[in-house]
Nanobody, 123 residues
Framework: QLVESGGGSAQAGGSLKLSCVAS????????MGWFRQAPGKEREPIAA????????YYADSVKGRFTISRDNAKNSVNLQMNSLRPEDSAVYFC???????????????????WGQGTQVTVS
């Protein structure tokens, strides 16, 4: 089970930090990803991280503004979002998948496990 937290409202230029805690299993050689979906739009990738190596991957839209990190001891993955823009407003989802080829880490269809999502609103 994946549970996201930390969503809310922020002003443009502000920051928010999202967290995703995985329960029921321990991180090993997994990939954790963050995706988002705005009203009327398709779900899009934000970032992904290997819980084994710590390697990170970002969508161009958030590079330099968002940072993904993991805490394997807490089975959690965080998304620090800085320099927020109104277009960052969306429901943000955490996802997990084991044994993922790095070619697919930013592809929604590659992930089997999803959280319920947390709303982020930037005005």
């Amino acid at each position: 089970q994946l549970v996201e937290s930390g969503g809310g409202s922020a002003q443009a230029g502000g920051s928010l930090k999202l967290s995703c805690v995985a329960s029921g299993y321990s991180f090993s050689d997994d990939f954790m990803g963050w995706f988002r979906q705005a009203p009327g739009k398709e779900r899009e990738p934000i970032a992904a991280i290997s819980t084994g190596t710590g390697n990170t991957y970002y969508a161009d839209s958030v590079k330099g503004r968002f940072t993904i990190s993991r805490d394997n001891a807490k089975n959690s993955v965080n998304l620090q979002m800085n320099s927020l823009r109104p277009e960052d407003s969306a429901v943000y989802f955490c996802a997990a998948q084991s044994g993922l080829n790095i070619r697919y880490v930013l592809q929604e269809v590659a992930y089997s496990y999803w959280g319920q999502g947390t709303q982020v609103t930037v005005s």
